[in-house]
């Protein structure tokens, strides 16, 4: 069984305490479990943003952080059996998607590209110095990045992704202290390459 398409988040408006109505995860990873795809569809949604832009991120174009994205979604709805709920559903994915765009990487047999084709040919004149601004600036920290250690940029873009630190370290698969260590040497990093 494979999930389906999933619908944008509906809003309801009515409701004075939006985590009053907000659904228990235990009960909806039990529900997708058994097979309820909208009870999927609900899990995916509230993970889906912070994954993509970890795939975004990690592999450097949309077309590859497409691809690791919905291999991610994949995993997860044929390992919902494995979700144990030792650590929340998001960080869950979160581990699922990283391995996904990393493979992705693998199978391309390339280091992150900056995805430039994705952007207009040519901004409009009185978009061209914020424009190049952005771009130069985007250039830059993808160079700096490149410099830090492979673990360390991981941990890091994890962290900056909205991740604690023992989020972290549950998806890396490493000891809490180490991932504090990369964290804090990948950011000394950046700050003496950007000159910050």
């Not at 309820?36 to 569809?41: G, K, L, P, T, V």
């Not at 993808?142 to 909205?162: I, Y």
């Not at 023992?166 to 490493?174: L, P, R, Y």
């Not at 504090?180 to 990093?189: F, G, P």
Request: glycine residues 8%; charged residues 25%.
């Amino acid at each position: 069984m494979t999930p389906g398409p999933f619908p944008e988040p509906v809003l309801d408006g009515g409701v004075d305490d939006p985590q009053a109505d907000a659904p228990d995860e235990a009960a909806l990873v039990a529900a997708a479990m058994a097979g309820d795809q909208q009870a999927f569809r609900t899990l995916w949604a509230g993970a889906e943003r912070q994954a993509h832009a970890l795939c975004l991120r990690l592999t450097g174009n949309r077309a590859d952080a497409a691809d690791a994205l919905q291999e991610a979604q994949i995993a997860v709805w044929r390992n919902l059996h494995r979700f144990e709920g030792r650590c929340p559903f998001g960080a869950w994915v979160f581990s699922i998607a990283r391995n996904a765009a990393l493979s992705v990487i693998r199978a391309r047999g390339r280091r992150p590209d900056l995805g430039l084709d994705d952007l207009d040919e040519r901004p409009r004149d009185n978009q061209a110095a914020p424009f190049a601004d952005v771009l130069v600036e985007t250039l830059t920290v993808q160079a700096a990045l490149e410099k830090v250690p492979e673990k360390h940029r991981e941990a890091l873009l994890l962290w900056v992704g909205g991740m604690s630190y023992a989020q972290v370290a549950e998806v890396m698969g490493a000891p809490l202290n180490s991932v504090k260590v990369w964290i804090h040497r990948a950011r000394t990093s950046l700050k003496d390459q950007l000159g910050r």
